[in-house]
């Protein structure tokens, strides 16, 4: 099995947003990995890390936020930590990867760098599984304590009652030296039996530095029934004694002094066979007998004999295939560290509002509530552009065609009501544009219907003959007044809307102010406690509200005001229109018998 880690991640998806970086490894038991004769099933196997394939200061200083997902980038893997070294650089992890099959190539991710301020969606499995081993599985020692019994790793608690000799660095971690004195002993243990005829593995890493003859790695004994793995001047064998006596393999070829080797054992209920780093090498037709007693690393009850370094023991209620003892071998062992391809971790997608920085994460610390009330004020704010974008046009629109209207008004010299005309030839005579269209632009213009009324109230009383009174030309300028006050009040609608947005907005922001803030202070009353962190999230997304609130209310005054400027102008231009009409009139129109008459 040969695993990669490698940092082009092809995965579209992301197994929590909690988690910002994550390095894909491949288990490839294909030829360009290392293949296996069969497929191994469920399997435990090391993933080595290290500063080429793994950033130490992304994870917290004992890796407990570090985690492992399968292929489909959702299913959480068991995994357990052996050591996590950041000030070395060093790490071991043991996962357990479920159909690992032979000639095939898998992908699982390693997350890493959990962002403690994001938290996982309600109810989404973030913990760990209970255990890396499967059920099967009733003893691991990894030997990484330091000066006491070795603890059991597999979660059944077959822990053993003496120390040995802690080394570091050992094959995988920690691991610990025997001297060929005295033995660690392991208590019985019901969850540790073995049943007659049972199936059974046995495998571990040894390193023998001494070769003598009947040298023990390990012995278990029950009333009659014994079991010894161990080397005879280097040879590695098994003993079984059961039923039908006393009976040991043939002894196999010899090891190296100062060499770490995997030795497995393996009993399917007919036939016991032995292995060394994976390759079967000897076997015998005998089955396991009952064992329920003690056992013993590295010698018998009250005798050690083997001299050197043993460590990762473990024992299982099964007989586990070739393909994985050959998993194990390989996988554990010093193939591991070309197996394994330093690549860069892959970092998580940066969202939108993560780029917003302190305002994003506000953003998103904005509870229902004050999110109702942002809305109101969007919609507040949406139509005070509105109204002051369409009455920006239509309001600038109007005071260019006053100023055309009033150039055409400045060239008459005689009859005031020349230009109250659709005649096309009448407004180009007086110096304006003939088009239409121009005709229609100033006709639209209040100034425009304040000079029709006047012009009408003049056809009016020139057509019954005589000049205009002043008791007329009251009556005029009073229904120009009118008309000025007419035009006034269309230029001032919608306004009010202006109005309730400038007053309203902040209003209805510091609702949603005092509704977050009543709701974070509510939750830590339900608590019980006080944690700065959980309070200040939802204090400052309640005053987001409020801010809202100012940013409708900001423009609308602006807006208002300048709008209200641009109306006052139209407006006192038709009041200085009227009163200019008005003294033309008197002048042009005067009553009969008048002696100043020019009409």
């Known amino acids: 099995m040969m695993i990669l880690a490698t940092g082009s991640l092809h995965a579209r998806t992301w197994w929590n947003e909690a988690w910002s970086t994550r390095t894909k490894f491949t288990v490839d038991t294909s030829d360009n990995g290392v293949p296996l004769p069969d497929a191994a099933g469920t399997a435990t196997v090391v993933v080595r890390l290290h500063d080429g394939n793994f950033d130490f200061t992304s994870a917290k200083e004992d890796g407990s936020d570090i985690r492992f997902v399968d292929s489909d980038d959702k299913t959480m893997l068991a995994s357990q930590i052996e050591k996590f070294d950041p000030v070395?650089?060093?790490?071991?992890?043991?996962?357990?990867?479920?159909?690992?099959?032979?000639?095939?190539?898998?992908d699982i991710y390693l997350?890493?760098?959990?962002?403690?301020?994001?938290?996982?969606?309600?109810?989404?499995?973030?913990?760990?599984?209970?255990?890396?081993?499967d059920s099967e599985t009733i003893t691991v020692y990894h030997f990484n304590e330091h000066g006491t019994p070795p603890g059991d790793s597999s979660g059944e608690g077959v822990r053993a009652e003496t120390p040995g000799i802690p080394i570091e660095g050992s094959m995988i971690g920690g691991g610990i030296k025997l001297d060929g004195k005295k033995p660690i002993s392991i208590p019985a243990n019901p969850n540790a039996a073995v049943l007659e005829a049972a199936p059974y593995t046995w495998m571990s890493w040894v390193k023998p530095t001494v070769l003598a003859s009947e040298s023990i790695i390990y012995s278990r004994k029950d009333g009659s029934s014994a079991l010894k793995i161990g080397l005879d001047n280097g040879a590695p064998f098994f003993e079984i004694t059961g039923p039908a006596g006393t009976q040991r393999s043939a002894p196999a070829a010899p090891l190296a002094a100062g060499t770490w080797k995997h030795l497995a054992m393996v009993s399917d209920g007919t036939r016991?066979?032995?292995y060394v780093d994976g390759n079967a090498v000897a076997n015998l037709p005998v089955a396991m007998p009952a064992l329920n007693g003690p056992a013993f690393i590295g010698g018998e009850e009250g005798k050690g004999s083997f001299g050197g370094e043993i460590d990762e023991l473990e024992i299982s209620k099964s007989a586990r295939s070739a393909?994985?003892?050959?998993?194990a071998a390989l996988g554990q062992g010093q193939q591991n560290a070309k197996l394994l391809v330093a690549g860069k971790p892959e970092p998580a997608k940066v969202s939108f509002l993560e780029n917003l920085g302190i305002f994003g994460f506000l953003i998103k610390s904005v509870t229902v509530d004050?999110?109702?009330?942002?809305?109101?004020?969007?919609?507040?704010?949406?139509?005070?552009?509105?109204?002051?974008?369409?009455?920006?046009?239509?309001?600038?629109?109007?005071?260019?065609?006053?100023?055309?209207?009033?150039?055409?008004?400045?060239?008459?010299?005689?009859?005031?009501?020349?230009?109250?005309?659709?005649?096309?030839?009448?407004?180009?005579?007086?110096?304006g544009r003939a088009e239409e269209k121009y005709i229609k632009f100033i006709h639209s213009t209040p100034i425009y219907?304040?000079?029709?009324?006047?012009?009408?109230?003049?056809?009016?009383?020139?057509?019954?003959g005589g000049g205009i009174s002043h008791r007329a030309i009251e009556s005029i300028e009073s229904s120009m007044e009118a008309q000025v006050t007419r035009e006034n009040a269309k230029l001032q609608s919608m306004m009010v809307l202006l109005t309730i947005c400038i007053a309203g907005g902040p209003y209805?922001?510091?609702l949603g102010t005092i509704i977050g803030v009543m709701i974070t202070f509510g939750e830590i009353a339900m608590l019980g406690e006080v944690d700065i962190n959980a309070i200040a999230p939802g204090i400052a997304a309640a005053l987001l509200a409020t801010v809202c609130g100012l940013i409708v209310a900001i423009p609308a005054l602006f807006g208002y005001n300048y709008l209200s400027v641009q109306v006052k102008d139209i407006v006192t231009d038709m009041h200085l229109f009227t009163e200019e009409f008005l003294t033309k009139m008197a002048e042009y129109y005067p009553e009969k018998g008048d002696a100043s008459s020019s009409h």
Not at 118 to 133: I, V
Not at 450 to 462: A, D, T
Request: glycine fraction near 8%; charged fraction near 25%; proline fraction near 2%.
């Open 272 to 274: 016991t066979t032995l």
């Open 323 to 327: 393909a994985l003892i050959k998993l």
């Open 111 to 133: 997350y890493s760098a959990r962002n403690e301020k994001k938290k996982p969606a309600k109810g989404e499995k973030t913990d760990l599984p209970k255990t890396a081993y």
């Open 370 to 431: 004050a999110w109702v009330v942002i809305g109101i004020l969007g919609i507040m704010s949406a139509i005070s552009w509105i109204v002051m974008y369409a009455k920006n046009k239509y309001i600038t629109s109007l005071a260019r065609g006053s100023k055309e209207f009033l150039n055409q008004w400045h060239h008459l010299a005689g009859d005031l009501t020349a230009i109250d005309t659709d005649d096309v030839e009448v407004i180009k005579t007086l110096g």
């Open 449 to 464: 219907r304040v000079y029709h009324l006047g012009c009408e109230e003049i056809r009016q009383r020139v057509s019954k």
């Open 508 to 510: 209805v922001g510091l």
């Open 88 to 106: 070395m650089n060093e790490g071991f992890v043991w996962v357990k990867i479920p159909d690992v099959k032979a000639g095939a190539s898998r």
